[in-house]
């Protein structure tokens, strides 16, 4: 059984900063590529960011130059440090990773944490 667990959301005001944590658990042979997604009331579930096991990145435009990933492969676990905060930056905020449990790569999700921008 594997698990995501995010923290670290809440409420911030326009320009602050907040950084979300994604620890993952369980029977882990190894981890490949880990993001972060969003979804905004009323809109579809959208990637925010990604980093590969080898430390590539990947950014959607709205959040380039203010998002940063990151990654501690020791600990499992992502980061988004998230900069310049905007209120169309809020949102649920998932994490996701490809895991690979023994042979075989599955996609696993966080349960969500909820980021509220305050204008």
């Known amino acids: 059984q594997v698990q995501l667990v995010e923290s670290g959301g809440g409420l911030v005001q326009a320009g602050g900063s907040l950084r979300l944590s994604c620890a993952a658990s369980?029977?882990?042979?190894?981890?490949?590529?880990m993001g972060w997604y969003r979804q905004a009331p009323g809109k579809q579930r959208e990637s925010v960011a990604s980093?590969?096991?080898?430390?590539?990145?990947n950014y959607a435009d709205s959040v380039k130059d203010r998002f940063t990933i990151s990654r501690d492969n020791a600990k499992n676990t992502v980061y988004l440090q998230m900069n310049s905060l905007k209120p169309e930056d809020t949102a649920v905020y998932y994490c996701?990773?490809?895991?690979?449990?023994?042979?075989?790569?599955?996609?696993?999700w966080g349960q969500g944490t909820q980021v509220t921008v305050s204008s």
């Open positions: 996701n990773a490809e895991i690979t449990v023994i042979a075989i790569p599955y996609d696993y």
């Open positions: 980093i590969t096991s080898g430390g590539s990145t």
């Open positions: 369980g029977s882990i042979f190894s981890i490949n590529t």
